[in-house]
T-cell receptor, first 113, second 112 residues
Framework: NAGVTQTPKFQVLKTGQSMTLQCAQDMNHEYMSWYRQDPGMGLRLIHYSVGAGITDQGEVPNGYNVSRSTTEDFPLRLLSAAPSQTSVYFC????????????FGQGTRLTVV | AQSVAQPEDQVNVAEGNPLTVKCTYSVSGNPYLFWYVQYPNRGLQFLLKYITGDNLVKGSYGFEAEFNKSQTSFHLKKPSALVSDSALYFCAVRTGSYQLTFGKGTKLSVIP
C-alpha cells in the first residue's frame, strides 16, 4: 500500500540548474497538488491538477512547471533553480471534492546553493 | 478569502495533562475543516475533519476537535497528552472544490 511516493528525498542543486521532482500515487485519485513548506509559513500551494491533462496555478507558481499526462504521476519541474526555492516540497493527492482528506508524500528536501 | 489562523507558534504541555491546539477560520458558507499532524522528517498525516453534524469530532490517536460556529473556531484537543504527541500540527480549510489552505502550524511539545 504505497500511497503517495515522492523522489528524491533529498537534493542539492546549484543556482540555475533544472530538475524534476517526481510524485506518483496508486490510489486512482483525480486531484494532485504540490506544496512547499517553509519555516513559519505553513504549506503554500504551488500547482494542482484535477485530472489527467488539467493543471492550474496555486498561490506560489513562479519558477515551477507541472504536467499531468497520467492519473498516477504529477512531476514538478524547477526550470532554473534559485536559492529562494530552497524548501521542503510535498506532493498530495485527494480522491474527491471538498469533504475528503488529502494524502501526503514523505517530502523532498531541496537545497539550492 | 477563506483562511485559517493558528494563533500559537508553540504549545508546551506536561505529559498526562489535557492539550489544546487552537485554530480559527474565516470562510463564506459552510466550512470544511481539517487537522493534520507532521512528525519530524515526515509528511502530513490526516487526524480528523469537520464537514457537518456533531460539533465534537473524534479522530485518530485519541484526538478530537470542537467546532464552534459562533466563535469561528476548530480547536484540537486531547484529554491526556503523550510524549509521542510532540509534533507539528496544521489546521486546514477547504478553499475550492479540491484545494486546502493551511495555517502556519503549531509546534506541540509534551514534556515528560
Amino acid at each position: 500500500n504505497a500511497g503517495v511516493t515522492q523522489t528524491p528525498k533529498f537534493q542539492v542543486l546549484k543556482t540555475g540548474q533544472s530538475m524534476t521532482l517526481q510524485c506518483a500515487q496508486d490510489m486512482n485519485h483525480e486531484y494532485m497538488s504540490w506544496y512547499r513548506q517553509d519555516p513559519g509559513m505553513g504549506l503554500r500551494l504551488i500547482h494542482y491538477s484535477v485530472g489527467a491533462g488539467i493543471t492550474d496555478q496555486g498561490e506560489v507558481p513562479n519558477g515551477y512547471n507541472v504536467s499531468r499526462s497520467t492519473t498516477e504521476d504529477f512531476p514538478l519541474r524547477l526550470l532554473s533553480a534559485a536559492p529562494s526555492q530552497t524548501s521542503v516540497y510535498f506532493c498530495a493527492s485527494k480522491g474527491g471534492r471538498g469533504n475528503t482528506e488529502a494524502f501526503f508524500g514523505q517530502g523532498t528536501r531541496l537545497t539550492v546553493v | 478569502a477563506q483562511s485559517v489562523a493558528q494563533p500559537e507558534d508553540q504549545v508546551n504541555v506536561a505529559e498526562g495533562n489535557p492539550l489544546t491546539v487552537k485554530c480559527t477560520y474565516s470562510v463564506s458558507g459552510n466550512p470544511y475543516l481539517f487537522w493534520y499532524v507532521q512528525y519530524p522528517n515526515r509528511g502530513l498525516q490526516f487526524l480528523l475533519k469537520y464537514i457537518t453534524g456533531d460539533n465534537l469530532v473524534k479522530g485518530s490517536y485519541g484526538f478530537e476537535a470542537e467546532f464552534n460556529k459562533s466563535q469561528t473556531s476548530f480547536h484540537l484537543k486531547k484529554p491526556s497528552a503523550l510524549v509521542s504527541d510532540s509534533a507539528l500540527y496544521f489546521c486546514a480549510v477547504r478553499t475550492g472544490s479540491y484545494q486546502l489552505t493551511f495555517g502556519k502550524g503549531t509546534k506541540l511539545s509534551v514534556i515528560p
